[in-house]
């Protein structure tokens, strides 16, 4: 007997079993896939152009402000609540390929397509394998034989890093569903070999890198050995060194005086107004500018609007935190605050309310089995380099839909609608959206 692969084997098996046991799905589901019909998935697919435009402008527009080709006020606004280490000096520091575009991200949206949030690479990628493969045990769907959302994923990296088995990073630091992430890991693995779960990798020669923060990605302890290896061509970062694509002021961008002109209006047709909240006010969506005193004086039903935080600060920029809607009694606490840290350069900014409801069916957890309800809903669009990967809903009672315990979560299937089109097996048409 050879002792020694005996240990070795021995102390695999143990670390084999050291994850321990999966907190498992904390939010609830909805009953059954969601219909949408293909033009919306087409819409959807299309969108990427723009958002790939929107991605490249905001880059350049960053680019000139860290090196003074922009007004001082832009260049405060962008480096929104960052340490001075991080600031114009380490950008200008940065190798060229280091500025590049998000590769994979999430946008959520009302159920109209009003995008109100960009995140890269964003939270809850496995859900849609995870749903997927739930909804594919429980019907008998060539929709969702056909829909294979992990393994798109893993082809964008293949084709991204140009190899038919590239090694992954993933730093989960700062993931707000790293369940679902790993579940991401997990079903994308082959071809993806990921560092610290597959023997083959060493940390400092993976050829993709994927962080949930510009301060997770830029503090990680191979960071400047990463840049050169982007700069030599043989590294790429999914959420890129770039802190523009890490904070919600971006999305002021195409509304801004200084800089809307170098956006489409497809752009701006697709997101929701948003602006800066200054000392003296904010130049509302009709294009005049409101003082905080005359909008605080406005009816509540005129104060549909969120506040939110926009600059880099993780504790606030993280989940649903930061968030808050002005026409309830604490909007003058909410906006003083903001005006008091637009003084100190750590902006916040007002968007229009775009809220609504849909009647959706879920599993409970309890004897009542399945219920019928009407909540708040987001729908998130999941996005990679070259595709739609896929979509998925939320719904919840709170008016911040996001993954809580109470949520409900669902997914929409391409070509499922043309599914729910015919009658079913008794001879009933199934309600469908």
């Given amino acids: 007997m050879d002792l020694t692969n005996e240990v070795y084997r021995a102390l695999d098996n143990i670390l084999a079993a050291s994850p ?46 860290v090196n003074g080709k922009r ?36 946008t959520d949206e009302s159920v109209n397509g009003k995008v109100f949030e960009i995140q890269c690479p964003g939270s809850g990628w496995g859900d849609l394998q995870l749903l997927r493969n739930f909804y594919s045990n429980h019907g008998h769907s060539p929709a969702l034989t056909e829909y294979a959302p992990s393994l798109a994923v893993a082809d964008e990296i293949v084709n991204l890093c140009s190899d038919s088995s590239p090694s992954v990073l993933h730093l989960l630091d700062n993931a707000s569903n790293p369940t679902s992430m790993r579940y991401l890991m997990a079903t994308t693995q082959p071809p993806l070999r990921y560092w610290g ?5 060493r940390n400092g020669d993976c050829q993709f890198v994927r962080s949930h923060s510009f301060f997770g990605l830029v503090a990680e302890n191979l960071f400047k050995e990463r840049l050169r290896l982007a700069a030599a061509g043989r590294a790429r970062f999914d959420l890129p060194p770039v802190l523009v694509f890490d904070e919600k002021i971006a999305l002021c961008l195409p509304f801004l005086d200084e800089t809307q002109s170098y956006f489409t209006d497809a752009i701006r047709n697709i997101l929701t107004y948003s602006h800066p909240v200054f000392e003296n006010g904010f130049k509302d969506e009709n294009g005049q500018w409101v003082s905080i005193q005359d909008f605080l004086k406005r009816r509540p039903s005129e104060r549909r609007y969120f506040l939110k935080y926009a600059g880099c600060d993780v504790a606030l920029n993280w989940g649903s935190r930061g968030v808050y ?8 606490i909410h906006l003083t605050r903001a005006v008091e840290d637009s003084k100190q350069d750590r902006f916040w900014l007002i968007q229009p309310e775009i809220s609504e409801k849909e009647h959706i069916e879920y599993f409970t957890r309890s004897d009542k089995g399945a219920v019928q309800e009407q909540l708040t809903a987001k729908y998130s669009c999941f996005y990679g380099p070259t595709q739609l990967i896929g979509i998925r809903t939320m719904h919840r009672r709170h008016y911040k839909v996001h993954g809580q315990d109470d949520t409900v979560i669902g997914l929409a299937v391409p070509g499922y609608w043309e599914e729910r089109q015919s009658p079913n097996e008794d001879g009933i048409e199934v309600e469908r959206r």
Wanted: contains cysteine; hydrophobic residues 40%; positive net charge.
């Fill in 20 to 65: 321990g046991e999966t907190p498992g799905l904390c939010e609830f589901v909805q009953t059954a896939p969601v219909a949408i019909p293909d033009w919306v998935f087409s819409m959807r697919r299309e969108r990427i152009v723009e958002f790939q435009r929107f991605f490249g402008t905001a880059a350049n527009i960053f680019s000139e402000a």
């Fill in 71 to 106: 007004t001082p006020l832009l260049l405060r606004l962008l480096l929104n609540d960052v340490p001075m280490c991080y600031a114009a000096d380490f950008h200008r520091a940065l190798p060229r390929e280091a500025w590049t575009c998000p590769r994979f991200y999430r």
């Fill in 197 to 201: 779960q597959h023997r083959s990798v």
């Fill in 325 to 332: 809607r002005l026409d309830d009694r604490q909007a003058t």
